[in-house]
């Protein structure tokens, strides 16, 4: 798949089989993740792999939106040392790795993080550092749902040269 079509046809899924992920492409689409830019090249992320069932189903429980964790074949958190643009640099290994997810045949679904009222017992759960701050959840698996939502059109949401101007 190209990176065009990736970028198309991947689409948030929240309903999942029971199938692993081979350990390999996990780490190939977290290595996309590293792979992503950052400002100033700080690199700022980590990321912790949750495949465990119980540890899952900790994850769901704790979040607001994201109780389908529980049933994902594996969790990534995304975390970035807390500094000026933790947050836009965290966003595009997010990115990153819902679009290599994706490119494998994987389906993904990004949960918020940063902000959120349960991302400092997300941090405990995962006992991450004080300076790292929680980004995003991104549960991955195998679905044979294929969620299509439709987009806005192109049309509606590009402007050319002031906001005014279509």
């Known amino acids: 798949m190209d990176a065009i079509e990736c970028i198309k046809t991947r689409r948030s899924v929240r309903s999942y089989l029971e199938k692993q992920i081979p350990k390999t492409t996990i780490e190939d689409i977290i290595d996309c ?20 069932r119980d540890r899952l189903v900790e994850l769901a429980d704790a979040t607001d939106h994201g109780k389908f964790i529980a049933e994902s074949s594996a969790c990534v958190a995304v975390f970035c040392e807390n500094g000026k643009y933790y947050l836009e640099d965290g966003s ?26 349960y991302a400092e017992k997300v941090n405990k759960i995962l006992n991450a550092p004080k300076n790292m701050k929680l980004v995003s959840l991104i549960a991955l698996g195998y679905s044979e749902s294929k969620a299509m939502v439709g987009k806005r059109n192109l ?12």
């Open 33 to 52: 993740g590293r792979l992503a830019p950052s400002a100033r090249n700080t690199q700022p992320w980590e990321f912790v792999i949750v495949t465990d």
């Open 92 to 117: 595009a290994a997010t990115t990153n790795i819902v679009n290599a997810a994706h490119a494998h045949g994987v389906q993904s679904c990004w949960v918020a993080g940063d902000k959120k009222a």
């Open 155 to 166: 049309a509606e949401v590009m402007h050319w040269e002031n906001y005014n101007l279509r």
